[in-house]
């Protein structure tokens, strides 16, 4: 089974690289190349319309971009260079050797710029959303640009039939093509039961569960969709076992 979850727009350069990492190079650095250098030669102007982020924040963002690939970088492994909820409470830092070593082999990162990451694949800090209107080739966003490549990279990487277990926003799954993959793709999905019965958004709870998920499935080993049936942090509870494909609600009360 895979796990697979997409970057987060925070991420902090100076994680240690743990010595029981044995750390690479993202397996699609050459398309990485190629957008970086696409990137850098935009003004900031064109990156504050492009990301709808502030002129100071487009001026940091061009001079990392410039800065790209150039020797001396700060480097930093894909599973410890994020900082956003999912990855507060997948809380990397505090697993062990053998938790960090299944980590490395059953999850899998959805970037806007890198493709797809292993945990231990050496990043730069960047921002590039997968969401980004960035105009590439014949493609008019990084979705399209990426989707026939990171389809074929999973369908690569993964045995027969083997499931994927998605807590990916859907602004990164439009960058596989599901019909393509030829393995089942199950979404978790984490709503909040009112006390009439119905269910509501939940945000922000739903990111720290998605994190917590897959920190779940990294700690009990999970071999199969099934093995998640006992994620209850939180208060979450599964309504029931997993679908063969798509949405797998999990609830529990509102507060």
Not at 127 to 154: C, H, I, P
Not at 194 to 209: E, F, I, L, M, T
């Amino acid at each position: 089974m895979l796990l697979l979850l997409n970057t987060t727009k925070t991420m902090d350069s100076s994680a240690p690289v743990l010595p029981v990492l044995s750390t690479a190079d993202p397996g699609l650095l050459a398309t990485s190349q190629k957008l970086a250098t696409k990137v850098s030669k935009m003004t900031p102007r064109q990156l504050a319309e492009l990301m709808s982020i502030s002129d100071k924040l487009a001026v940091e963002t061009h001079e990392k971009f410039f800065l790209w690939g150039k020797p001396d970088q700060l480097k930093v492994p894909a599973l410890f260079g994020f900082k956003g909820l999912i990855f507060k409470h997948l809380d990397a830092f505090s697993l062990n050797k053998n938790q960090l070593t299944f980590a490395q082999k059953n999850v899998r990162i959805l970037s806007g710029l890198y493709g797809l990451l292993a945990p231990f694949d050496l990043i730069e800090v960047y921002r590039l959303e997968m969401g980004y209107k960035l105009v590439v080739d014949s493609f008019s966003n990084l979705a399209q640009f990426w989707k026939e490549t990171l389809t074929a990279k999973l369908n690569e990487e993964l045995a027969p039939g083997e499931p994927i277990v998605s807590v990916a926003s859907q602004e990164y799954m439009k960058a596989l093509d599901i019909k393509k993959l030829g393995h089942p793709v199950i979404m978790p999905v984490f709503k909040e039961q009112r006390p009439d019965g119905s269910y509501k958004n939940a945000v922000v709870h739903a990111k720290k569960a998605r994190g917590a998920i897959v920190r779940y499935a990294i700690e009990s080993k999970a071999e199969n969709p099934k093995d998640l049936m006992g994620f209850s942090v939180m208060g979450w509870k599964a309504v029931g076992p997993p679908p063969d494909s798509g949405s797998w609600l999990f609830t529990r009360s509102s507060k």
